[in-house]
């Protein structure tokens, strides 16, 4: 019925938000901590009770896609096969879903090269999944340290938030934007997006540490600097 349609498509997608929400630590380059037992919980929770609502292409892709970046590569196989059997012909499935969720699998296990390329089928779709494609090849990218390919995929985010405003990539996008950029201006828009976001998200905290770190370099600089010319002060006046 369409209340259990509903319900499981909220389900399915809250599991690609708790995935994501769980991202965003600068050591995992973005993705969410695959060995997380916590999150494993969560994300199988989630998709199981979505797939026990209704069993349809939506719920099927989302949650393999919450499985996938999630590195969950056991749990969303199969629903990757389940996929490619029921729906052979479908053309945003087989153009858009499917290269997602594998280019999601191509970036946990640290195949960058791959996810962009499975990504180039998914670009004339890539206005129907919410910033994913974009979101993933920023990542991608960043990944094969090719900084300025990384922050144009994170702008077409940033500048076309209209297409899915209420899409969970668009604060992260900001904050790989201000990694690429290392521009404290571009940390408080991030900041400001998710003033009202929990305090232990860990991309809050990672860039609260990223953003310390780098007023402390900045401040050691300018103590050494100020250190080095009183020396040389000194040294004159002798």
Do not use: C
Request: no cysteine; proline share 4%.
């Amino acid at each position: 019925s369409g209340a259990f349609e509903i319900a499981a498509q909220y389900a399915a997608e809250q599991a690609i938000r708790t995935v994501f929400w769980s991202s965003g630590a600068e050591e995992a380059a973005g993705l969410p901590p695959a060995n997380d037992s916590r999150l494993r919980r969560e994300v199988k929770a989630q998709t199981q009770t979505a797939l026990g609502l209704v069993r349809n292409k939506l719920t099927l892709s989302r949650t393999a896609f919450a499985l996938a970046f999630a590195g969950q590569t056991s749990e969303a196989e199969p629903l990757i096969k389940e996929l490619q059997a029921e729906y052979p012909k479908d053309t945003l499935i087989n153009g858009l879903w499917l290269p997602i969720i594998g280019a999601a699998l191509a970036l946990q296990n640290n195949q960058p090269e791959e996810t962009i390329d499975l990504l180039e089928t998914a670009e004339r779709f890539e206005r129907a999944a919410e910033f994913y494609p974009q979101f993933l090849r920023g990542l991608a990218y960043l990944k094969l340290n090719q900084t300025e390919q990384a922050i144009i995929e994170f702008e077409k985010i940033l500048g076309h938030r209209g297409e899915a405003p209420l899409s969970v990539v668009y604060p992260l996008a900001q904050l790989e934007s201000a990694r690429a950029k290392k521009d404290k201006n571009e940390y408080e828009k991030f900041f400001e997006m998710w003033r009202d976001a929990d305090k232990d998200m860990p991309s809050l905290i990672a860039a609260r540490k990223e953003t310390f770190a780098k007023r402390n370099a900045r401040s050691g600089n300018g103590s050494r600097l100020q250190s080095d010319e009183s020396r040389r002060g000194r040294n004159g006046e002798n």
